[in-house]
């Protein structure tokens, strides 16, 4: 099952190729014939139509919004940065009433998930691995927020995916059982160990941790103090989830090693599938994300997805949802600091003077190195706290966030080539690993392919 595809013969392809310190992506399509062109950044469409460049001219318009407004003003809600999770943040406080304004120091939101448009061709930084985005009911949470704003996304869908390994080329497939077949031909045993057999085992050990996983919505699942307070709300999925609550609030390599699982190959897979879904091996990567993805990728006719017009659409999804519930998106507005008073962040202040106070809060979408510089000293050593337990739990929180480890690298190289030539049934996503014994995370050892959609622009 695959995304239909224009088979023109005039035609290019959009290429773009991510190399992590352990991980090159790369992301294709296609349009008119045109010259080549290329791009480089440091982080990673589909085919073209006619609401595919709807969607471009929305986002122009979204580029311009904010250069000539009056910036300074007073809402309820403030939000840094205008990324997946600023937007569903904002989006949702406004369709529940509250006076949003979304501010984004980009002149596009969208954050990691933007995109950018050259020499015809769309390049975009996003995920390339989507499901449970556009039916419901979903486990997938920013479908949930979808769902909730009303605002339904547009998919194709497919279940299959290359793997070049050093067991071998194989085409796998989500949602039946032709893994074992392939790891039936491919894989040999180990010390007595046969690969189908440990992965048939492997299935059976995750249906409790996918059921209590897919019981409880993803964003209630935290590993913080408060933990306790959001899970009390789902009652019903916490009780259900209660005997395996400790495996899947715990790294994923933790459940593998109490279930004796043995197989190198089993255990290399699981760590290619943990890395892709979080960019951390099995030991970085929590067991819950796991249990969503068997309870997704594993069930028989399940499909993966990719939506019309890329992570752009989702993005624009979310800014219609955020807009047309009375919320504000300002870009090219950065911002240099959170107004603290009383103890409480109490607005923003702009690069230009303009400040926009919160009545409410102010919700950072901005990462740990970013929000910390935002924040007065006097802020981040307590000294306004009411006392001297909430003033000692603020410089517990600072020391934590400065101490927070930055990942390990991607490089992500965006290519526009001419396709002429390529098979119409190329496959979308490609993975290649050269040697298990270096590890997922070994710098240029896993390649990833990642072929969006290809058609004609005009």
Not at 77 to 105: D, M, P
Not at 123 to 139: A, I, N, Q, R, V
Not at 271 to 296: K, W
Request: net charge negative; hydrophobic share 40%.
């Amino acid at each position: 099952m695959r995304p239909r595809r224009d088979t023109c013969s005039n035609r290019g392809v959009i290429a773009s190729t991510s190399v992590h310190g352990n991980m090159m992506r790369a992301t294709m399509r296609t349009s008119a014939s045109v010259p080549a062109a290329s791009t480089a950044v440091s982080r990673p469409r589909t085919r073209a139509s006619s609401s595919n460049r709807r969607i471009n001219k929305s986002s122009r318009l979204v580029r311009a919004g904010a250069a000539t407004e009056d910036k300074s003003h007073d809402t309820e809600v403030v939000v840094i940065g205008a990324g997946i999770g600023g937007l569903c943040a904002g989006a949702l406080l406004a369709k529940y009433g509250k006076k949003v304004t979304v501010v984004e120091s980009h002149d596009v939101a969208g954050g990691a998930a933007h995109s950018w448009h050259r020499d015809g061709f769309t390049f975009e930084s996003g995920p390339s691995l989507y499901s449970g985005m556009s039916k419901w009911p979903t486990t997938n949470p920013c479908g949930q927020v979808l769902h909730a704003l009303d605002e339904p996304l547009e998919c194709v869908y497919y279940n299959t995916w290359m793997c070049h390994l050093p067991e071998g080329s194989f085409l796998t497939e989500v949602g039946n059982d032709q893994f074992i077949e392939v790891l039936d031909q491919y894989v040999e045993d180990v010390d007595g160990v046969n690969a189908a057999d440990e992965w048939r085992r492997l299935k059976t050990l995750m249906v409790p941790l996918a059921g209590a996983s897919s019981a409880l919505p993803p964003s209630a699942v935290r590993t913080d103090p408060f933990a306790a307070v959001t899970l009390a709300r789902f009652l019903p999925g916490l009780l259900k989830a209660a005997p395996v609550l400790p495996e899947i609030m715990a790294p994923y390599s933790k459940f593998l090693d109490k279930n004796d699982i043995k197989h190198p190959f089993i255990r290399n897979w699981m760590e290619v599938l943990c890395f892709l879904l979080s960019g951390a091996p099995a030991n970085g990567t929590l067991a819950a994300e796991i249990g969503y993805m068997f309870d997704d990728w594993y069930r028989p006719n399940s499909t993966l997805e990719f939506p019309v017009g890329g992570s752009e659409s989702i993005v624009n999804a979310l800014v219609r949802g955020l807009e047309k519930n009375g919320g504000r998106i300002m870009l090219r507005s950065h911002v240099e600091e959170i107004l603290v008073r009383d103890g409480r962040a109490g607005g923003i202040k702009l690069r230009g003077g303009a400040v926009i106070n919160a009545s409410a809060a102010v919700i950072s979408n901005a990462t740990v190195w970013d929000t910390l510089p935002m924040l007065p000293d006097s802020a981040k050593r307590g000294d306004d706290a009411a006392d001297e337990a909430k003033a000692a739990a603020t410089r517990e929180w600072v020391k934590k966030c400065e101490d927070t480890e930055l990942c390990e690298s991607f490089m992500h190289l965006h290519l526009g080539i001419d396709a002429t030539g390529l098979p119409d049934d190329l496959e979308i996503h490609h993975i290649y690993v050269e040697d298990w014994s270096k590890g997922v995370t070994a710098p240029q050892n896993m390649v990833r392919f990642f072929l969006l959609s290809y058609g004609r622009l005009d």
